[in-house]
C-alpha cells in the first residue's frame, strides 16, 4: 500500500509538471500567432484575381514578351522562353538574389498567391517594411499615403506587374505555369526549388537520396524500356501528354546541366546555343533518358545555397540560416506556422501596439493643451509626467476589433494596427507562398537530413517504456516476496 501512495505522489507530480507547468512554459515562450493561411486571404483585398479560368495559350505568349528577361523554363524546349543567363544576379541596391527557374513554380506555389507575387511581389511576400510597394491604379488621398509610405525604401528586385498587365493576363501566366508544371516532385526537389536559393542545408551530402530518386529513376527506367527497338521519331510519337511533359523536363535539365559548369561570360556567349539544341544533339532520347538517372553520390560539401550569401545578406538585412538542424529547433508545428508566414507577430504584441498608439494619442493631446505661457523647465517637468502616464491611468482598454476581415479572429488586430500605422514587423525572410503540401514536402526533407533516426527512436521509445513497466512489475513482485513479513 505504501508503494501505490508513493506512486501516486510521483504520478501527480509529474503530470502537474507534464500537463501544467510544460505547457504554460511553451506557451511563454511562443505566444500565440494568426492561424495559418493556405489560401492567402488577405490577397483577396488587393483585387479578386480569377486564377482558375486563365488562358494557358495567351498566358506562354504574356510569359515571352514580359518575363523571360529575369526568367528561365528549363523544363520547356522553346528555345525563346529561355533567353536570359541563368547565372545573372538580380541586382538590389548592394545585393542581389538569383532570380528562379519557374517550371515547378505551378506545382509548389498556391495559385492565388503566385498571381499577386507576379501583380505586387512586395505585398505578396509582406515586405513593406523595406520596399516600395505599387501605387498603380490608387488616386487622391490613397495615392498620397502610398507614395508617402514608400519615401525611402528601396525597389523590390521584380518588377510589380500591377498595371503592366492586366489581372486577366496575370491570370493566364498562371494557368500556363500550372499546366507545364510536373505532377509531383520529389521532398528534395521541392526544398531546392523553394528554399536553396537563400539557405543551406549542408547536413545534406547525399547520403539519403536513395529515398529521393526512387520514383524519378523508375519512370526513366519504364520509358527506357518503351523505346527500345524504336525510331526515336515513334518512339516520341507513341508517348501520352504526361510522358512528352516529363521528356521535355529532362531536355531542359540536360541544357541546364551543360550551364551549369559554364562562366557568366561563356554563357553569355553560348546560352542561345544551347537553348535551341534538341535531343539528337545530346545523343538521342535514349541517351538523355540514361544520362537522367540519378545515383547517390556522397558529397562532403553538402547542399549550399545558390546565391552568395553575401548578396544575400544585402537583400534581406542578415545572412539567412543553414537549416540543417532547424527541425530540431524549430520542430514541424511552429516550422510549418513559419514558413507559411515569416512575418507573424505575436497576437498580443499586436494588441500593445494597438493600446500604445492610443495611449500616445492621448499624451500628445496633453502635450498639445499644456500652456504656452509655462517655463522651459516646467514644460520639461510637465511632458516627463505626461510620458510617464499609461493605459491604466487613461482608462483605455482594446477596442472592438470593427477591422477584423471575416477570416480573422477576433484577437487578431492586424488591420487596425496596419491602419495605425504601429504594426510591429516580423522577420526578414519573405513570405513564400508555398501550398500545404509543398510545405509538408519542405519538413519531411529537413526531418529526413536533420532527424533522420526519428521513426526508429519513436518506435524504440514505446518498447522502453514497456520494458520499465515490466521491470517495475518484477521489482514489485519481488520486494513482495522478499519483505512480505516486514510489510
Known amino acids: 500500500m505504501r508503494e501505490f501512495k508513493i506512486f501516486i505522489i510521483v504520478a501527480f507530480i509529474i503530470g502537474v509538471m507534464y500537463y501544467g507547468v510544460e505547457p504554460l512554459a511553451h506557451h511563454a515562450m511562443h505566444p500565440p500567432t494568426a492561424a495559418s493561411d493556405y489560401a492567402f486571404k488577405d490577397l483577396e483585398k488587393l483585387g479578386n484575381i480569377d486564377v482558375a479560368n486563365g488562358n494557358v495559350e495567351n498566358g506562354k505568349s504574356v510569359f515571352a514578351a514580359q518575363c523571360t528577361s529575369c526568367h528561365t523554363l528549363n523544363s520547356q524546349p522553346d528555345a525563346d522562353l529561355n533567353i536570359r543567363n541563368p547565372k545573372t544576379l538580380q541586382p538590389v541596391g548592394e545585393g542581389g538574389v538569383l532570380p528562379p527557374d519557374l517550371s515547378n513554380a505551378g506545382l509548389i506555389y498556391d495559385s492565388t498567391y503566385l498571381a499577386h507575387f507576379i501583380k505586387d511581389p512586395v505585398r505578396a511576400t509582406r515586405l513593406e517594411s523595406k520596399f516600395a510597394v505599387s501605387c498603380d491604379g490608387l488616386e487622391d488621398e490613397a495615392l498620397e499615403k502610398c507614395d508617402a509610405s514608400n519615401e525611402g525604401k528601396e525597389s523590390y528586385p521584380m518588377n510589380a506587374f500591377n498595371g503592366a498587365i492586366s489581372d486577366t493576363e496575370i491570370a493566364d501566366v498562371v494557368a500556363y505555369l500550372k499546366s507545364i508544371a510536373p505532377k509531383s516532385l520529389s521532398d528534395k526537389e521541392v526544398f531546392v526549388e523553394a528554399c536553396s536559393r537563400c539557405h543551406s542545408a549542408v547536413y545534406d551530402k547525399n547520403q539519403y537520396d536513395s ?6 529513376n523508375a519512370k526513366i527506367e519504364s520509358l527506357i524500356k518503351q523505346g527500345e527497338g524504336k525510331e526515336e521519331a515513334e518512339f516520341i510519337e507513341s508517348l501520352n501528354d504526361e510522358d512528352k511533359a516529363f521528356m521535355s523536363a529532362l ?10 559548369d559554364m562562366s557568366e561570360d561563356q554563357l553569355n556567349d553560348e546560352n542561345d546555343a544551347i537553348n535551341a539544341k534538341t535531343f539528337e544533339d545530346f545523343g538521342g532520347a535514349l541517351s538523355v533518358l540514361n544520362a537522367s538517372l540519378l545515383e547517390s553520390s556522397f558529397n562532403k560539401a ?3 545555397a545558390a546565391t552568395d550569401s553575401e548578396m544575400i545578406k544585402a537583400y534581406l538585412g542578415n545572412t539567412p540560416p543553414d537549416l540543417s538542424m532547424m527541425i530540431r529547433a524549430k520542430g514541424r508545428t511552429e516550422l510549418a506556422a513559419f514558413i507559411n508566414n515569416p512575418q507573424k507577430v505575436p497576437l498580443i504584441d499586436i494588441q500593445q501596439a494597438v493600446i500604445n498608439k492610443l495611449v500616445k494619442n492621448k499624451q500628445d493631446e496633453e502635450k498639445a493643451a499644456l500652456p504656452a505661457d509655462l517655463s522651459e523647465n516646467d514644460r520639461k517637468a510637465k511632458i516627463k509626467e505626461i510620458n510617464a502616464r499609461d493605459a491604466v491611468y487613461y482608462g483605455i482598454k482594446l477596442p ?8 480573422q479572429s477576433s484577437d487578431d488586430y492586424t488591420n487596425m494596427a496596419k491602419d495605425m500605422g504601429v504594426m510591429p514587423q516580423g522577420k526578414a525572410m519573405p513570405r513564400v507562398g508555398l501550398t500545404k503540401e509543398a510545405e509538408t514536402q519542405v519538413i519531411n526533407y529537413l526531418e529526413t537530413i536533420g532527424d533522420s533516426k526519428k521513426a526508429q527512436r519513436d518506435s524504440l521509445g514505446l518498447w522502453i517504456i514497456g520494458f520499465f513497466v515490466l521491470l517495475s512489475a518484477l521489482a514489485y513482485m519481488w520486494k513482495s516476496k522478499i519483505w512480505r513479513d516486514l510489510h
Do not use: I, V
Request: proline share 0%.
Open 211 to 216: 529515398m529521393f530518386f526512387a520514383n524519378h
Open 400 to 407: 472592438e476589433n470593427s477591422m477584423k476581415d471575416s477570416w
Open 302 to 304: 553538402g547542399l549550399h
Open 251 to 260: 531536355l531542359g535539365m540536360a541544357k541546364a546541366k551543360e550551364k551549369k
